[in-house]
């Protein structure tokens, strides 16, 4: 079966950075795109950054702060975050579209648990 595996996170001043890394473990034949989104009390979660077929789009608040990496071999990617404001704080998670390895591949969706990010001084 199935799953991602979400880490980094944490707390950290305003202006520092932080690195989030999320892994499609399990039944995946191939993957397809990862996105990150977040969420933060009172909102709607939004759609931060995504990676499909080797081209990153990022949400105009998060241009030129925030990089997602291409996905590797190990269906890992990295989203690099720097230069982080208050407004950046929420749970942060992660979106994978994959096929999977049965004998007729069929469209996976996943989610990863989430990770908070907090910035404050």
């Known amino acids: 079966q199935a799953r991602l595996v979400e880490s980094g996170g944490g707390l950290v001043q305003p202006g520092g950075s932080l690195r989030l890394s999320c892994q499609a473990v399990?039944?995946?034949?191939?993957?397809?795109?990862m996105a990150w989104y977040r969420q933060s009390p009172g909102k709607e979660r939004e759609l931060v950054t995504s990676i499909y077929m080797g081209t990153p789009n990022y949400t105009d608040s998060v241009k030129g702060r925030f990089t997602i990496s291409p996905i590797d071999p190990q269906n890992t990617a990295h989203l690099e975050m720097n230069s982080l404001k208050p407004e950046d704080t929420a749970v942060y998670y992660c979106?994978?579209?994959?096929?999977?390895?049965?004998?007729?591949?069929?469209?996976?969706?996943?989610w990863g648990q989430g990770t908070l990010v907090a910035v404050s001084s």
């Open positions: 979106n994978v579209d994959a096929l999977d390895d049965s004998d007729f591949p069929k469209n996976l969706e996943l």
């Open positions: 399990g039944s995946i034949y191939q993957m397809i795109s």
